[in-house]
Every structure is written in C-alpha cells, then in structure tokens.
C-alpha cells in the first residue's frame, strides 16, 4: 500500500523543467502587481523625481564638472521628465577664486561636448575677490579666443567694476586681431586700475 501511494506521488509531481516554468510564472505575477515608475500617476511620479533630484545645497561645478544622479540616465523617458526638475531647480554656483579663468573654462568645454545643456541651465557665476592682474589677464586671453562666453562680473566698486567692463567688451571688439597687439593695449588700462587700487599693482606675464 505504501508504495503505491509513493509511486503515485512520483507519477503525479512536475518536472524540473514544469517547476522552473511556474516559479517564472509567479516571478512575472509579482512584478506585474507593482507599478513602474512611468506607470504612476504624473504628480505622484513629480512628487518621486523632486524628493531624489531637489538638492538641499547649491550643487558645485568644479573644473571636471559635476556630479549627475543615476536618475537623469536611466531611461530617455526619465530622463526627459527629470532634466527641467533637476536643472531648473537646484542652483549651480561656479565659484571663482581671485579672478582665474579655469573653471569657466572648463565649463565651456563641457557645454561644448553637450554634456550640460545651457538651455535649461543657469550657471551662477560667484567670485571670491582679489585682484588679480595675472590672472584676469589670462581671462580675458580666453575670451580673446572664444574659449570661454562667461562674462566676468565683479563686485568691486563701481569705477573698478566698469573699467573691467571696458577691458572684456575691448577684447571683444579685437578679437579679429592677435593677441600680441591686444594685449598691448590692455597695460594702460592696468595703470588706470592700479591708480584706484594699489592690490592691482603685481603684474605677471601676459600669456
């Protein structure tokens, strides 16, 4: 009687390959009774991306960049949902120390390689101030040659501020000449700043 009831038992069990085909079965079920993310409501999903993507600090660009979260790249729906969340609503500072072009630089790299859409984007430019002939210098090299569009803005008082001005908008109208001329005409303009604060006086090279 026993082993007749085994040999039941044995007759009527799944195979391996029945077995691994329910467990699939029951798998693809459960997965089927959570929702996807895109599959969410719209403002439960804005309520989902803002809490991962709203940053509690300023989101700091150095001279490689900076950081993307995992979301930004995790399907091109995604994606096209979070970017204006992420970009539009966190603040990107460019901290600048003592007038020195290479992060602004750099910056315009990225932008070039279309790693950072400047559409969507507003970079807030904040300088650490003190003159710095050398290198407001080599800044204004790089606008010479169009390697960077950033503007340096300064919060100097307002005779300094505007002779910077005059300095970024001269190179400009020039650049369709060397630098060797341009940067002839910029050593006046560096004897005018020095005769309204003495700190401009340390003068390096040129580039």
């Known amino acids: 009687m026993k082993s007749s009831v085994l040999e039941e038992f044995r007759h009527d069990r799944p195979s391996s390959h029945e077995m691994a085909k329910t467990r699939a079965q029951a798998r693809a079920a459960a997965s089927r009774s959570v929702p996807s993310l895109l599959e969410l409501p719209p403002e439960v999903r804005n309520l989902i991306y803002r809490f991962a993507l ?3 600090t300023p989101v700091d660009i ?7 979260p995992g979301l930004l790249t995790a399907s091109q729906a995604i994606r096209s949902e979070t970017l204006g969340i992420y970009y539009l609503e966190n603040t990107f500072p460019l901290r600048i120390d003592n007038h020195d072009p290479a992060k602004v630089v750099r910056l315009h790299e990225i932008e070039n390689s279309k790693r950072l859409d400047t559409r969507i984007i507003e970079v807030e430019v904040r300088i650490r101030e003190q003159p710095d002939w050398t290198h407001l210098v080599r800044w204004l090299w790089h606008w010479h040659r169009m390697e960077t569009n950033k ?3 300064t919060n100097f008082a307002a005779p300094e501020r505007k002779l910077i001005g005059a300095l970024f908008y001269q190179v400009r109208e020039m650049r369709a000449q060397p630098w060797s001329t341009v940067v002839g005409t910029l050593r006046p303009l560096c004897d005018v700043l020095v005769s309204i604060n ?9 580039k």
């Open 54 to 56: 709203q940053e509690p």
């Open 151 to 153: 503007y340096l803005s």
């Open 62 to 68: 150095t001279d490689k960049g900076f950081a993307k």
């Open 198 to 206: 003495s700190k401009w006086a340390v003068e390096g090279d040129d």
